[in-house]
């Protein structure tokens, strides 16, 4: 059953902030490798960053008129994440609402659909990751649904999960679990710093990880060094 909710929970403005410090690549790291979308989620042009509370939206296919829908009940600093079911054939977002969620100075936006207007959308220097670009236009004619559980990006996302993205892509941590994820992200920061360190100390990276371990473990080793020949 097609629904339109608000956004009611949203986690803190400084945990936002703190996560977003941490790339995505970290933060996925962290999260064992979960939680990342599909790499053909991308940001329209290099040094995009979007971090903020998801507002989710589900759209028919082809129909951006739930996207308005979220646009119109969207607060500052949202995220719109959209479940366009990766149709790609029209680019459901475009330039003019891009000068309104400036206007209302929203997060960005991700979408595993189209967008267009990508040249206009890069100058205004507003954050779009998506699947595609199409010249086309979205019908407003259609139902869907704004802030339920979607999929984007091969990821399950809830209204107020945490979208980090950045040059790498996207990651979303769920907002129960948002703490937590900040604290394993600075017990990653720090492990990272020190593999920095050993190889700055003399170390190669395979040492450091203790590679040989993970050879023996698999019943291989390293070819002997020529001093050993």
Same mark, same amino acid.
């Given at each position: 059953?097609?629904?339109?909710?608000?956004?009611?929970?949203?986690?803190?403005?400084?945990?936002?902030?703190?996560?977003?410090?941490?790339?995505?690549?970290?933060?996925?790291?962290?999260?064992?490798r979960?939680?990342?979308?599909?790499?053909?989620?991308?940001?329209?042009?290099k040094?995009?960053?979007?971090?903020?509370?998801?507002?989710?939206?589900?759209t028919?296919?082809?129909?951006?008129?739930?996207?308005?829908?979220?646009l $119109?009940? =969207?607060? @500052?600093?949202?995220? &719109?994440?959209v479940?366009?079911?990766?149709?790609?054939? !029209?680019? *459901?977002?475009?330039?003019?609402?891009?000068?309104?969620?400036?206007?209302?100075?929203?997060?960005?936006?991700?979408?595993?659909?189209?967008?267009?207007d990508?040249?206009e959308?890069?100058?205004?220097?507003?954050?779009?990751?998506?699947?595609?670009?199409?010249p086309l236009?979205?019908?407003?004619?259609?139902?869907?649904?704004?802030n339920?559980?979607?999929?984007?990006?091969?990821?399950?996302?809830?209204?107020?999960?945490?979208?980090?993205?950045?040059?790498?892509?996207?990651?979303?941590?769920?907002? $129960?679990? =948002?703490? @937590?994820?900040?604290? &394993?992200?600075?017990?990653?920061?720090?492990?990272?710093? !020190?593999? *920095?360190?050993?190889?700055?100390?003399?170390?190669?990276?395979?040492?450091?990880?203790?590679?040989?371990?993970?050879?023996?473990?698999?019943?291989?080793?390293?070819?002997?060094?020529k001093?050993?020949?």
């Amino acid at each position: 059953m097609y629904t339109i909710n608000r956004l009611r929970e949203r986690p803190s403005k400084e945990l936002i902030k703190e996560l977003a410090e941490y790339s995505v690549a970290m933060i996925a790291d962290s999260m064992g490798r979960y939680g990342a979308m599909k790499p053909y989620i991308r940001p329209l042009a290099k040094g995009m960053k979007i971090a903020g509370p998801a507002l989710t939206v589900q759209t028919f296919r082809s129909d951006n008129l739930m996207l308005h829908v979220a646009l $119109e009940i =969207a607060e @500052e600093g949202d995220v &719109l994440v959209v479940d366009a079911g990766e149709v790609t054939n !029209a680019g *459901l977002w475009g330039g003019i609402m891009t000068t309104m969620a400036l206007k209302k100075k929203l997060g960005g936006i991700i979408t595993d659909g189209a967008v267009r207007d990508s040249q206009e959308i890069i100058e205004a220097c507003f954050p779009v990751f998506s699947k595609s670009i199409s010249p086309l236009g979205g019908f407003k004619e259609s139902p869907g649904s704004v802030n339920i559980p979607v999929s984007c990006g091969g990821v399950a996302v809830n209204p107020g999960d945490i979208a980090i993205g950045d040059d790498d892509g996207v990651v979303v941590i769920p907002k $129960e679990k =948002a703490g @937590e994820v900040l604290e &394993l992200c600075k017990k990653t920061a720090v492990k990272e710093a !020190a593999l *920095l360190k050993a190889i700055s100390d003399g170390k190669t990276l395979f040492e450091a990880l203790n590679l040989n371990k993970k050879l023996e473990n698999i019943n291989m080793k390293l070819p002997e060094s020529k001093e050993e020949l």
